[in-house]
């Protein structure tokens, strides 16, 4: 007799979509797929990937809106395993896919904000965004 | 009162560094303008803190059968939830003590609630003797991305006494003891139960029906009868708290407490001793009120260091044993200091019966060695009760056996 196989496959939807973007990216970053196959096992080799794929698409310079979505599908692909590893109920992946997609939008939005806002030195606003970043977790941290 | 805790999981750790060193990258790699790249992180974060952050409004509450009950006996133990809000995933447990062993269900559990939703939760559990106290119960919530959890300790104090087993066992000591002699002056004894004790002169206030008129008749003197009363004996339970004999420590208990319950049923009065680290000294009286508050100390007798037990009961028989009181030793005799305090009693000419669980019946050897160790040290304690047989009656159990049979080889039952 079969042992039944008890994990859920959605991580393989987002994985699947994401290996495709990728081949039509640039081949070198498919070497990086296979860590992502053991962050679908492993939270923390997921977050290492992230890592890896967030600094080969800022090295590479493809970013827009074709970068984005390959970093909401990585990501995607990372939580969706966590939700599958844990068995969660299948409502909880319905806010998961909207959260991270609502990156999109934001994006465009920003895009369309962008020629409308006083230019600012760069460094300012990365030193405020990082400040910004820095008290947003530790609100989180703290609840 | 109930403590909440927020706490970011080991994931949100992972998934914070992750996104501090993509911000760090743009940065060191001179690409600034592309760090929209982290949008789909900090969304996720965003959602999970904003819409998935929970305040735990439950209400929970525990509910035991009673609060003492026979060790040995498996009760249900209930845990009742409401919940205030919806609720996707709450971790509940149970603070067991530690004398409680779960053997139906389980203390843990992981549920779902919608809002207004009640629920009971059931698990079984084995009791022990002692005092067992449920101290709180802890819920944690872990919000559906699993990136933070919120514990919140529910303090439900609750204690449960697991009362020793008692057995029925025969009376090891005469309950005739101490009389009280009806002399001149008036007493509410007389006419209950009293036996003839000796012809005296007639007292003004004596009534009229103890007086011996054959005798009155021979002496010219008006006589009356001296009644005394017969009177149960006192019995005075000491029991030998002291650690090394914790192996037998139960079986000390349970015995001492089927005693207890035979005096009861004799109608004598009784009186305990806990010689712990600390005595505990509960005075003679009589009755089922006095039975069972000796049996709630004995319930929570626990072995302690104690080498102080001669001391203790030189102390007490000066200033509290009652005169002429038939004394039960509960000890299984491993130290000099109990074995001092049994002579102590002896010396002040009480009558005294050990009650001594053999603590080697306890024990099954595993090797040959232990097996000789075994059989030298029981060879050894019987030398030992056989010097100490002049100080009492004493009982050497084992505790394979029923205490009844014990008992009934030493008295000739």
């Known amino acids: 007799m079969k042992p039944a196989i008890k994990r859920r496959p959605f991580a393989l939807i987002p994985f699947l979509l994401l290996t495709v973007m990728m081949m039509y990216l640039d081949k070198r970053g498919l070497l990086l797929l296979p860590i992502l196959l053991l962050g679908l096992q492993w939270y923390s080799m997921g977050a290492v990937f992230l890592v890896l794929l967030g600094s080969f698409l800022f090295y590479t310079r493809f970013g827009g809106s074709y970068g984005l979505i390959v970093m909401i599908l990585a990501l995607l692909t990372v939580e969706t395993a966590y939700l599958d590893r844990e068995r969660a109920p299948l409502r909880h992946y319905v806010p998961l896919t909207l959260a991270v997609f609502l990156a999109l939008p934001t994006y465009y939005f920003l895009v369309f904000l962008a020629p409308l806002l006083p230019s600012m030195e760069v460094t300012a606003v990365a030193a405020v965004m990082l400040v910004a970043l820095y008290l947003f977790i530790r609100s989180v941290g703290r609840g | 009162m109930v403590m909440t805790e927020f706490k970011i999981t080991e994931k949100a750790e992972y998934l914070f560094m992750a996104l501090w060193v993509l911000v760090l990258m743009a940065f060191f790699l001179l690409r600034w303008e592309m760090v929209y790249l982290v949008l789909p992180v900090l969304w996720l974060l965003f959602v999970a803190v904003f819409f998935f952050k929970p305040t735990l409004d439950v209400e929970i509450s525990r509910k035991l059968p009673h609060d003492r009950v026979l060790e040995g006996e498996i009760i249900d133990v209930e845990l009742r939830l409401k919940a205030n809000e919806r609720i996707p995933s709450l971790r509940i447990r149970d603070m067991i003590p530690e004398g409680l062993e779960v053997v139906e269900g389980s203390n843990s559990r992981v549920i779902s609630l919608s809002k207004g939703e009640e629920r009971v939760l059931r698990y079984r559990v084995l009791v022990k003797r002692g005092v067992h106290p449920f101290e709180s119960i802890l819920l944690s919530y872990e919000d559906p991305f699993g990136l933070f959890y919120v514990d919140r300790v529910e303090n439900i104090y609750q204690e449960l006494v697991g009362v020793p087993r008692i057995q029925d066992v025969p009376t090891p000591y005469s309950t005739r003891g101490t009389k009280i002699t009806v002399g001149p002056l008036p007493s509410p004894r007389v006419g209950e139960g009293v036996e003839f004790h000796a012809i005296r002169e007639y007292q003004p206030g004596d009534p009229l029906k103890i007086i011996n008129w054959k005798a009155t008749a021979r002496t010219g003197r008006i006589m009356a009868n001296e009644y005394e009363s017969e009177r149960k004996v006192d019995v005075v339970f000491i029991v030998d708290a002291s650690y090394t004999g914790f192996i037998v420590f139960d079986d000390l208990v349970r015995a001492a407490a089927s005693l207890m319950l035979n005096a009861l049923n004799d109608g004598t009065s009784f009186g305990l001793l806990l010689a712990e680290e600390v005595p505990l000294w509960v005075r003679v009286d009589y009755g089922k009120r006095h039975f069972f508050k000796c049996i709630d100390f004995l319930s929570t007798a626990k072995p302690d260091v104690n080498n102080m037990i001669a001391y203790q009961v030189e102390h007490l028989i000066r200033s509290r044993f009652p005169p002429r009181a038939q004394l039960l030793y509960f000890s299984p005799l491993l130290t000099e200091e109990s074995r001092n305090a049994l002579k102590t009693m002896s010396e002040f000419g009480y009558n005294v019966v050990v009650v001594s ?38 009982v050497d159990w084992d505790v394979k056996k029923p205490l009844k049979a014990a008992i009934a080889e030493v008295v000739n039952i």
């Open chain 2, 357 to 394: 669980p053999n603590p080697y019946s306890a024990i099954d050897p595993k090797s040959r060695e232990e097996e000789l160790a075994l059989k030298l040290l029981s060879l050894e304690r019987r030398v030992m009760l056989q010097k100490m047989a002049s100080y009492g009656l004493i």
